[in-house]
């Protein structure tokens, strides 16, 4: 695996977590709820393979479940052996996407007034810009989600998701440290009350 592709990945998961602005959602199965309130045990799911290398790989892989790992067992969650028959399977995934966001600043708002600006008798007058202009911004959006997957049924029966904005060039420190902070808000909600 590239350097590049190393960094970039780091990149992912660091600045996913980013205090401010992490998007978080839940979803479960209704019928699951009893379920998942008695599981005391878990084991982790194989990496996905041949996937984008700037998420999956060892580095963001032990990132991700270092936090995760911690967050359960500080909530009384074993992690065990597959072969000791855990209660459910842990599953993680990533991704970088492209966003685009424009936005549209009219003219005749948002500053202070001054009559030389008057949008009836300042520079639109004498072929000034006064219109509305736009503001285009590229950016990467990371994501993370967290499946537990039921032992017994092989059923998907939770997921968590955490969305932001990507920063760039996060040390490993404070990309542990927001990693943790995005994988606290997603399982806040685990297991999902009745």
Not at 102 to 122: E, M, T
Not at 185 to 190: A, G, N, T, V, Y
Request: glycine share 8%.
């Amino acid at each position: 695996m590239s350097l590049s592709s190393r960094l970039a990945g780091a990149v992912l998961v660091s600045a996913l977590a980013a205090c401010s602005g992490i998007q978080t959602r839940t979803n479960f199965d209704p019928g699951a709820v009893q379920a998942l309130e008695s599981y005391r045990t878990y084991s982790w799911l194989p990496m996905k393979e041949g996937a984008d290398t700037r998420v999956y790989n060892s580095i963001i892989q032990s990132r991700v479940r270092l936090a995760v790992d911690r967050e359960l067992a500080e909530r009384g969650y074993r992690l065990v052996d597959e072969n000791q028959k855990p209660d459910f399977k842990l599953g993680w995934h990533g991704a970088i996407d492209k966003r685009v966001e424009v936005d549209v600043i009219n003219r005749f708002y948002g500053y202070k007034w001054d009559p030389w600006y008057d949008p009836f008798f300042g520079p639109v007058a004498y072929g000034g810009a006064g219109g509305p202009t736009a503001s285009v911004r590229e950016y990467r959006e990371g994501t993370l989600i967290l499946d537990v997957v039921d032992s017994k049924s092989n059923n998907l029966v939770w997921r968590g998701t955490a969305e932001t904005t990507l920063a760039d060039n996060m040390s490993a420190k404070k990309s542990q440290k927001l990693i943790d902070h995005a994988v606290e808000k997603i399982l806040k909600d685990f297991p999902p009350e009745k």
